[in-house]
């Protein structure tokens, strides 16, 4: 990639690159995002460069600014097939991978292996020819082989996630080639900072961290302010357990974040950027550094930008983890290298933020949504959505369902259309119960409360005592103990307190405590009552987001299943089965056979009988382990 000093050199480079992609008459994207790295992906690249070339094919692996013949193997290759070969980010579709998408037929190959790709050069590169075996997503009878017809993808509105997947996620070139840049082009030279942040508010693009904060406004507060330095803040932690929206955003398309960020430097008046990405994410800080050195090299980011006299520097951070820190001013005391601990407020993060100076922080989708924005403008933008809440939302959708991975919908998209119809529904013809929305912050919304026709949108959610957080569904089916589902969440949320306050320190403790003594067989009918006011005190006065959240996996469960937390403190018993100290094993006088196989797989000697006659179990002495259970032969050994 050659310097760009001006804003004829950058319009020059997207028309050189956007010919060189455009020349590409064959595409092959093997999805190099983290879950299917695991599974192999790049061997699979590799093996299919190598095949490409063996069959004498250009095989292009990287966007030439010079359109022109291409020689290879010393042959002339004017005339022949260009096969473009890319490391793509995140196709969404996780359960499936490895995932090969094949352009311009559409073709989606799942559960690829490495010795799959002789076929896949030989009928699909070769001769454009279907590989059935490894399209065959099978939904209902039909067959679905083009990506876009898969019900998991048609029932979609992809805006942030629109490249994922189509696109070199490594490549500079590849980026420009599909109008990368043009929007911050657009505000470089074309708009003033005012007119781009009232642009940003007439959207109403709202914060997709969370909290639904209106992004021009927090942008006009930051222009606001008289500091010789301000600062522009990436939120990429993303701690929620399941979540993993950003994670894609930044492997997958990591210069449309950028971008974003850039823009929000030219508004608001701030020359340095800091990305804060968990150290957890090694794929998507790789990225990150990659395209940040890319963006320096080509002289869009640095000093002088484009001849333009805008400056603007851009750093990554990495975390270690905690939780708290996705909080914004324990995130900036992390930056500054202190311990990430939030602090009281006033003065917000848009006045005294990173090193004491006024700071745009938002999080990852939020820069994504940017220079869409700014491309299409207002009237498209609220095109989707709902008039509160405006353009679409990644969801990263787990559990107990059909079709788990990264989805995008447009923000009042119902939870039924979600789960039912992207989703595929409940996985092995299971019952739905609940779904578990906004991470360690959110709530159970479940089927008996209308919850699954209400949209998805900020203020819904709110009303209906969740929240969007920053994006995590995880579904849930008949056979989860909702009791367990809150200790879960209320383990977390404990573990990852910062200590700073005494209400969230001392408070989820308590709670926790609570909890793991209603699993355990020892709770009391009036620890629900406890729970529920612990909770209202903790919200009331925690001083951060983390602890004044930290009650609502408990509050919505209680609410929504109190009879499943009477059964444990009152009864005894778990309805589901999964707590196993309330766990009630027998044998049953009528079907054992007295071959006293259940004794001899028991651990602690708590099944005695005599041969040929029914065996019993001392509830005293059973640990509830279950062995007896798997080892009956005739079933007689039987859960209460």
């Given at each position: 990639m050659y310097r760009l000093k001006s804003r004829i050199d950058l319009i020059s480079a997207r028309r050189a690159y956007s010919a060189a992609f455009s020349s590409q008459s ?165 708009m003033t900072p005012d007119s781009v942040i009232k642009l940003m508010e007439d959207s109403g693009l709202r914060g997709r961290g969370g909290g639904g904060y209106p992004t ?425």
């Open positions: 064959l595409k092959i994207l093997v999805c190099a995002g983290t879950g299917c790295v695991a599974g192999g992906s790049l061997d699979i690249y590799a093996r299919l460069k190598e095949l490409i070339d063996e069959k004498g094919l250009y095989c292009q692996v990287e966007l030439d600014h010079e359109h022109h013949s291409h020689s290879h193997d010393g042959c002339d290759s004017s005339n022949a097939k260009t096969v473009g070969l890319k490391k793509s980010g995140c196709h969404g579709f996780c359960e499936m991978g490895p995932l090969v998408r094949i352009e311009p037929y559409g073709y989606l190959y799942t559960k690829v292996k490495l010795e799959d790709c002789e076929e896949i050069v030989e009928k699909t590169v070769m001769n454009g020819e279907i590989v059935e075996r490894l399209s065959s997503y099978h939904k209902d009878g039909v067959s679905y082989p083009r990506q876009e017809d898969i019900p998991f993808y048609k029932k979609q509105t992809r805006l942030v996630l629109e490249h994922c997947g189509h696109i070199d996620a490594t490549s500079l070139p590849e980026y420009l080639a599909i109008g990368g840049y043009s929007a911050f082009e657009k505000v470089l030279f074309d021009g406004k927090k942008w006009a507060q930051v222009a606001r302010q008289k500091a010789e330095q301000k600062y522009i803040v990436c939120n990429g932690d993303e701690g929620d357990p399941g979540a993993f929206m950003d994670r894609s955003v930044m492997e997958g398309d990591p210069h449309r974040m950028i971008e974003g960020m850039m823009i929000a430097g030219i508004a608001c008046g701030a020359t340095e950027g800091y990305i804060y990405v968990r150290a957890e994410y090694p794929l998507a800080v790789e990225r990150l550094k990659m395209a940040i050195e890319q963006d320096t090299s080509a002289g869009l980011l640095g000093d002088n930008i484009l001849g333009s006299g805008k400056r603007f520097h851009l750093h990554i951070n990495r975390g270690a983890g905690a939780f708290v820190c996705g909080e914004g001013s324990a995130l900036t005391a992390s930056i500054e290298g202190k311990r990430g601990m939030p602090r009281v407020k006033p003065p917000r993060t848009v006045e005294h933020g990173l090193f004491d100076c006024p700071t745009v922080l938002n999080n990852v989708e939020t820069f994504a949504n940017v220079a869409p924005i700014i491309n299409n403008g207002i009237e498209w933008f609220r095109s989707f959505g709902t008039p509160t809440s405006p353009g679409t939302k990644a969801f990263a959708l787990t559990g107990n369902i059909s079709n788990t991975g990264l989805i995008e919908v447009p923000m009042g998209t119902t939870l039924r259309e979600v789960i039912f119809d992207i989703g595929g529904g409940m996985r092995g013809g299971a019952k739905f119960k609940a779904v578990q929305i906004g991470g360690p912050s959110g709530g159970c919304l479940t089927f008996a409360e209308d919850h699954l026709d209400m949209p998805l949108d900020f203020d819904s959610l709110k009303k209906a005592g969740a929240m969007i957080g920053s994006g995590g569904l995880v579904v849930m089916d008949d056979s989860t103990c909702m009791v367990e589902v809150a200790r879960f969440f209320m383990h977390f949320t404990q573990n990852e307190s910062c200590g700073k306050c005494v209400p969230c320190r001392e408070g989820t403790r308590r709670m926790l405590e609570i909890l793991e003594r209603i699993v355990a067989g020892n709770g009391r009918e009036e620890d629900i009552d406890l729970l529920l006011e612990l909770a209202d005190t903790i919200s009331s006065t925690a001083l951060c987001g983390l602890g004044k959240t930290a009650g609502n996996p408990v509050v919505s469960t209680i609410r929504n299943f109190r009879e499943e937390y009477l059964a444990h403190v009152r009864d005894k018993y778990c309805p589901t089965h999964n707590c196993s100290k309330l766990r009630r094993i027998y044998i049953d006088p009528e079907v054992c056979k007295g071959c006293s196989k259940c004794a001899r797989s028991c651990p602690v000697n708590a099944i005695s009988g005599v041969i040929r006659q029914p065996f019993t179990i001392d509830a005293a002495k059973c640990v509830k382990c279950g062995a007896c259970i798997e080892n009956c032969s005739f079933g007689a050994v039987k859960e209460a």
